[in-house]
């Protein structure tokens, strides 16, 4: 039987961490070889074949292009443009379109794109290339579209291209560094407790996310605390205020606050610490192991599926507002009883609101109908599909944001001696 770790047990999370990096650099030291030519042409195969797949090379075909468009126009609104004649809707198009790839990146850069991008109009002029008598003492006048200038433009825009890639693999490598310290930050796996088995899955929409999910072992004999959270935004920002958030909670956690009163004074700390244009939804819960008693506040938090174990799905709504906006709005706690069988499932906005190219979220009913037809599926198993039917659902639109569910299931207690304890096939209905 494993436990959830403790409040004061981060050092255990981040040894592994190390642990993890030290043995992929032995890994890599192991394997080098001296340079022969069949390790060259070893290395230059797994460099062109390792990990790729043939979704990979659809995606950089069809997905990629439409993602990098839309990513670079998004400032544009097209339709305000379709009222305009083509003569003139046209090269608005392409004007917008160049402010905003300008845009992206540095002055000194922006400058290099605009002039790579004027000789490459420029050679499509044609220019005097020769002027000459034949024998005949006949003139002649011999044009060119301007290969000069299109050289000249692939060498700056390769320029460009070399140090916005330097740059991105800088980042990348402190973006690989920042999600394996963010995995330490956050609870996975599955744990189990006195007939309780919790299943803590997380799939950011980038290498780090503003998810935040954990489990944290009270003071008090058989009391666990388990949060799920998510921080408005993606990327690097959200990730910080979404460490930011753990630490504040585990410090007043540690300080003896619990219930509505933590996250009273948590929010008040948040207001004063995160940006105005952000806040955050939390749903936090305290659950007694023993008796499946669950005391929860649902600051704004979508609202948790309670399936029971006679088939109703009930949901544990917000019992108050997002996190950061208001100093003092009052969060309320309120209780349900776990019985054996029941199974609750917190999860964030990820899964509800993830759209395909025509704009239509995955919702709450899809998600819905999802849960009854796979009510009996073991936990891990229930992500693993959960996520592929969003993903399909999305088509050729990546999903934007983070996916973190927290699944507990409270079964009975029973000895270390007996057998694996199966659910009984229940029909799953909606109250």
């Known amino acids: 039987m494993t436990t959830p770790p403790k409040s004061d047990n981060q050092r255990s999370r981040f040894e592994a961490f ?25 290395n230059l195969y797994d460099l062109f074949t390792k990990d790729v797949t043939q979704e990979g090379l659809r995606d950089l075909v069809s997905r ?24 003139r809707r046209y090269p608005e198009i392409a004007s917008r379109i160049f402010i905003a790839l300008a845009y992206q990146l540095g002055p000194a850069r922006r400058i290099a794109f605009a002039i790579a991008c004027l000789f490459l109009l420029l050679g499509f002029v044609p220019t005097v290339a020769y002027r000459g008598a034949d024998e005949a003492g006949r003139i002649t006048v011999t044009t060119a579209a301007g290969n000069l200038w299109w050289l000249v433009s692939i060498l700056i825009f390769g320029f460009l291209l070399l140090m916005e890639l330097r740059d991105k693999l800088s980042l990348k490598a402190d973006l690989e560094i920042a999600r394996e310290i963010q995995g330490g930050l956050v609870a996975s796996g ?26 944290i072992d009270l003071e008090a004999p058989n009391q666990l605390a388990l949060v799920i959270g998510d921080v408005a935004g993606k990327g690097m920002p959200a990730a910080l205020l979404m460490a930011l958030l753990q630490g504040s909670l585990r410090t007043l956690i540690s300080a003896g606050h619990r219930g509505g009163d933590l996250i009273q004074k948590l929010n008040a700390y948040l207001c004063g610490s995160i940006p105005g244009n952000t806040f955050v939804t939390l749903f936090y819960t305290e659950l007694d192991v023993a008796t499946g008693e669950v005391l929860y506040v649902n600051a704004g938090h979508n609202a948790p599926f309670l399936m029971r174990s006679d088939g109703t799905i009930d949901r544990l709504h917000s019992t108050s507002m997002v996190m950061g906006v208001m100093e003092n709005p009052g969060y309320a706690a309120e209780k349900v009883r776990l019985r054996t069988w029941d199974h609750l499932l917190l999860f964030t906005d990820g899964i509800p609101e993830a759209s395909n190219l025509q704009g239509e979220e995955y919702g709450e009913e899809r998600f819905s109908a999802f849960l009854c037809a796979n009510a009996g599926l073991d936990q891990s198993l229930l992500f693993d599909r959960l996520v592929k039917e969003v993903v399909r659902h999305c088509g050729d639109n990546r999903p934007h944001d983070d996916i973190t569910i927290i699944s507990i299931v409270r079964t009975p207690v029973r000895a270390e001696t007996a057998g694996p304890v199966v659910p009984p096939p229940i029909p799953v209905h909606i109250k």
């Open 190 to 215: 599955i744990y189990e407790r006195n007939g309780l088995r919790i299943c803590c899955r997380m799939r950011p929409a980038n290498t780090v996310g503003g998810d935040y999910c954990d489990l």
């Open 64 to 87: 990629d292009p439409r993602a990098a468009f839309r990513f670079f126009t998004r400032s544009i609104d097209f339709k305000a443009l379709e009222s305009l004649p083509w003569y």
């Open 18 to 42: 190390t642990q993890r990096f030290g043995e992929q650099a032995s890994a890599i030291r192991a394997g080098r070889k001296a340079g022969t030519l069949t390790s060259i042409y070893q």
